[in-house]
């Protein structure tokens, strides 16, 4: 007898055993099949209200680690210690996507979910995707050097620094793209540029060892420029309609952008006082090595897309996520690491200085998480691992503890 078939027998017994009647045989009969649909139905109810129970059980233990999150986040706020807009997703599913904080400390304006964010060093996953698609069309290819972009640039050694170099940090450049650079330069054009890297060398033998370098991002922001014949931020524009990501583009200096936020610094070496960033430096120097501001939705599309197989083919998502053999750890872009129980885990950080992060990009493979992280103050270290871990254990309705920042620090 099928589940169907008792569930009309039961359903008939449960309306209809009132109207019994016929011989005693009969009666007989009808009362067994009676006691059994009666029996029937009581252990399907019991059946429903496990179910039910398991239900809510479980829910208000999702529920609970989701408030956990949220009482962190606004807890974090209160004490001025995070404004930002935490995303997580599972799958195609987006769990938790909230605002906190301010956006404008100035004209008391709040961050929302669509507020555009600086994601700083994220931007330099999204430029090495571009650079991939150009490598896909045949408009590049990895091994091709420095010198073919550059005619004019001597050096003997920067002259062999590959495009893969540039990638995979381990062209040997340092950063003259940094701090003193960008506060010298409110925009960065090519002949400043120029300037800079035509003074410059390699500090080591290109492609012997690993060392993070922005530089070496803004040399592949302006091949990219000479490549495509336009500037940076429209030659991205269409990577970025491609994965959907329509509140995304590339900071320019001093170009007001709607619903952007302000950048503030809490300076530890001024009780904390909470400074606004826009007077200091312009992130719009860096181009593709941290000018890139997005939303969270828009870095989650991203991250959609990517892992899809839709903005690169396979081949090039597989090179793009492995790590060198100088750094096993860092592909083209892009970190990735191994969890103990958690598995492979893929993303980057963001951040004004080396303890001051304010983007973070994690794509855990096992479990199809994304986390996205981004704030306009900044936070610590053990500010960012209170927020992953929240995120995660809400995510997958976990008690269990994981410590992502240790893998993800470069500088």
Not at 2 to 18: A, C, G, N, S
Not at 52 to 66: G, P, Y
Not at 81 to 87: A, K
Not at 220 to 228: G, N, R, Y
Request: include cysteine; charged fraction near 20%.
């Amino acid at each position: 007898m099928t589940f169907e078939h008792k569930l009309l027998i039961q359903r008939y017994y449960f309306f209809k055993f009132e109207s019994i009647d016929a011989t005693e045989h009969q009666t007989t009969h009808h009362i067994q099949n009676l006691c059994y649909g009666q029996l029937s139905i009581i252990n399907f109810m019991i059946f429903r209200l496990i179910c039910i129970l398991h239900f809510f059980l479980t829910f208000s233990d999702v529920f609970a680690q989701q408030s956990k999150l949220d009482s962190l986040l606004t807890k974090l706020n209160s004490q001025e210690r995070f404004d930002g807009v935490v995303l997580v997703s599972k799958g195609q599913k987006v769990l938790f996507h909230e605002a906190f904080g301010l956006a404008n400390r100035e004209l008391n304006a709040k961050n929302t979910r669509k507020t555009k964010i600086a994601t700083y060093s994220v931007s330099k996953t999204f430029t090495a995707v571009k650079v991939l698609q150009l490598v896909e069309k045949g408009k590049l290819r990895l091994d091709q050097k420095i010198a073919d972009f550059f005619p004019k640039y001597k050096d003997k050694k920067g002259r062999e620094v590959t495009i893969q170099q540039l990638l995979t940090h381990t062209s040997g450049f340092e950063d003259f793209v940094n701090y003193r650079t960008v506060t010298a330069y409110k925009d960065f054009y090519i002949n400043d540029f120029e300037k800079l890297l035509y003074n410059s060398s390699p500090k080591f033998t290109p492609g012997k060892k690993f060392s993070y370098s922005s530089t070496a991002y803004t040399i592949l922001s302006f091949i990219i420029e000479k490549v495509e014949g336009v500037t940076f931020d429209i030659a991205m524009n269409s990577m970025f309609k491609k994965a959907g990501m329509m509140n995304t583009g590339v900071e320019g200096c001093g170009e007001v952008i709607q619903n952007k936020s302000s950048e503030y610094f809490i300076n530890p070496d001024k009780d904390n006082l909470i400074e606004n960033l826009t007077n200091m430096f312009s992130i719009s120097s860096t181009k593709g090595a941290g000018a890139v501001y997005s939303t969270a939705e828009d870095i989650y599309k991203f991250d959609q897309a990517l892992f899809k197989g839709d903005l690169i083919n396979k081949d090039l998502l597989k090179m793009m996520l492995n790590g060198t053999k100088q750094q096993l750890n860092y592909g083209y872009g892009i970190v990735n690491f191994n969890l103990e129980n958690i598995g492979k885990v893929y993303g980057h950080q963001g951040g004004f200085l080396w303890y001051d992060i304010r983007s973070i990009y994690y794509h855990l493979e096992k479990e199809d998480l994304c986390i996205v992280i981004l704030t306009n103050t900044g936070m610590s270290e053990s500010i960012w691992n209170e927020i992953v871990n929240a995120s995660y254990k809400f995510a997958i309705n976990s008690q269990k503890d994981i410590n992502l920042s240790e893998k993800l620090v470069l500088e």
